[in-house]
């Protein structure tokens, strides 16, 4: 991971909104869903605007005034999370320098927090057909 | 830079089956079965606006598909706005011509893999009912088939054509929800969450206390201009054994008590209760219930970023397709309506009189 590093959404898999100041993102093929607080929304959105990592880290310092150095590793570590739960991925798309997040925080600085959910697992889960019958279609279980 | 290998993507290379074709065998598959049936009968439903015509090839799906349906039924209309095509194979003795996809094709939500629409076809196989959904947009045709009639979970008779509803209703903006809705002559309000959080109970509670019903697990919602409305689908209850114990009322109105308790007890609210069974009403407020234990209930306002957690992924995980556009839909309604925690306690009476009360404010 380096400040040239730039990411995407992991789509298909991976959908979002944000709403009232968070990322609500929800991974299909996990099963698993998360929050996003709002200085994490706006890496969310740095990335679905195509920013490497430095243009990131500017727009998070413009965004918020308040900010110090740990904001470069603050996105750093939400970036290694975000990776590891599959709902980013390295991209080799071409970098774009600014973001709109730049401005519009409503909150004073805080360290981007990702909250995860796997209450609903249970939905996406699917038994593997094992068994189809000589028409073609899976037998039924009595 | 990151070394890890991104997860795997849909393969876009993949060479996917004509569904065209296949939906055209499969409406063949229909007209044989009807032809091999002795009755035909034909149902007529307003589902939120559309008329739909429910076409059975004989009478065998009839009982699986209508009793959840009959608020909803209408006379007979000139025009359909949908035609909904269903039978099995046993009962008429027509053989389904097999899948054009694999047996390790089947996905999460129904989805067969590398199914995206192509055609203008939505298509789901659901591995536990056994029902195959395929809606012909282009055509105004739906068909819903399974290999026998007598295989019919409990879950599938309490919401059945579930897929098709939503597929055909998010085509109108309109959005299938994961909720149970209540109300009064002035409105009701969205009781979501998943499941075991409560609005179930709530929902029935409400119901015998007075108010009136759309639905406890499933409605569909729209927005129109900057009103709200939300459409009861299907006139179920599923009630487990606690819920039970805690509403006897409804003990000896369970349409399957034979299989009990390998099944959760369904009761058609519709044969009970028909003067609250209600097909729609202006949505006035969400609600996301939480047992506390307490004796009073109370509701707290809640942020929309809180509710739409709430209800989101609990009715997007569920069904087949949705994707992004559900996603807006639900946004607009947490952002247009207040939203509340209701903090639920043991006092039915007061919870309803409580949601009465924040539907007529």
């Known amino acids: 991971m380096s400040a040239q590093s730039v990411y995407r959404v992991n789509a298909p898999h991976v959908i979002s909104e944000v709403i009232d100041g968070e990322a609500i993102i929800l991974n299909f093929e996990s099963g698993c869903y998360y929050s996003l607080n709002e200085s994490g929304m706006a890496v969310w959105q740095a990335i679905q605007d195509g920013c490497n990592q430095q243009a990131m880290l500017s727009a998070l310092h413009q965004r918020y005034h308040d900010v110090g150095d740990e904001a470069a590793s603050d996105l750093t570590e939400v970036l290694k999370l975000l990776e590891l739960e599959q709902l980013i991925v390295p991209s080799d798309s071409l970098v774009v320098e600014g973001s709109s997040v730049h401005e519009g925080a409503t909150t004073a600085y805080m360290k981007p927090g990702l909250e995860k959910f796997t209450d609903l697992q249970e939905l996406l889960l699917l038994d593997p057909i094992h068994d189809v019958d000589e028409s073609g279609w899976p037998r039924q279980n009595p | 830079m990151a070394t890890s290998k991104p997860v795997t993507q849909i393969d876009s290379a993949v060479t996917t089956p004509d569904y065209r074709d296949f939906y055209a065998a499969a409406r063949s598959c229909f007209v044989t079965a009807s ?52 039978w099995d194979s046993v009962s008429t003795q027509a053989p389904m011509p097999p899948p054009p996809w ?26 536990g009912s056994g029902r195959l959904t395929i809606l012909h947009g282009d ?9 026998d009639a007598d295989h019919c979970p409990y879950w599938e008779q309490a919401a059945p054509l579930r897929s098709l509803f939503h597929w055909w209703c998010s085509r109108r903006s309109q959005q299938l929800v994961h909720g149970a809705a209540v109300g009064t002559e002035a409105g009701a309000v969205l009781l979501t969450g998943k499941g075991g959080s409560g609005k ?41 054994d606690q819920s039970l114990e805690y509403m006897p009322e409804f003990q000896d109105k369970l349409s399957n008590n034979k299989r ?11 044969r009970y209760f028909p003067q609250q069974m209600c097909r729609s009403r202006p949505l006035r407020a969400i ?32 069904l087949p397709g949705a994707r992004e556009e559900s996603l807006a839909i639900l946004k607009q309604l947490v952002q247009r309506l207040p939203c509340y925690q209701l903090e639920l306690g043991r006092d039915r009476q007061q919870t309803a009189a409580l949601i009465k009360q924040t539907i007529e404010e």
């Open chain 2, 35 to 86: 032809n091999n049936a002795d009755t035909t009968p034909a149902l007529w439903l307003n589902l939120a606006g559309s008329a739909l015509r429910l076409r059975f090839a004989g009478e065998a799906m009839v009982a699986n598909v209508t009793p959840a349906l009959e608020h909803l039924l209408i006379d007979p209309q000139s025009q359909s706005d949908l035609d909904v095509c269903i």
């Open chain 2, 287 to 318: 609600l996301i219930p939480r047992v506390t234990g307490n004796a009073n209930s109370r509701i707290v306002p809640l942020r929309p970023a809180l509710a739409y957690l709430a209800l989101s992924p609990t009715t997007v995980f569920q």
């Open chain 2, 102 to 127: 694999g047996s390790h094709d089947y996905v999460a939500r129904g989805e067969i893999r590398n199914h995206r629409g192509q055609g203008g076809i939505d298509l789901a196989y659901n591995p």
């Open chain 2, 260 to 270: 009990l308790p390998e099944e959760k007890a369904v009761v058609f609210i519709q």
């Open chain 2, 200 to 240: 179930s109970t709530t929902a029935l509670g409400a119901l015998l206390s007075g108010l009136d019903y759309l639905g406890d697990d499933y409605v569909l919602c729209e927005l129109v201009g900057d009103q709200a409305k939300v459409y009861s689908l299907f006139n179920t209850a599923k009630i487990d």
């Open chain 2, 139 to 147: 055509s105004q045709t739906a068909l819903q088939w399974t290999q």
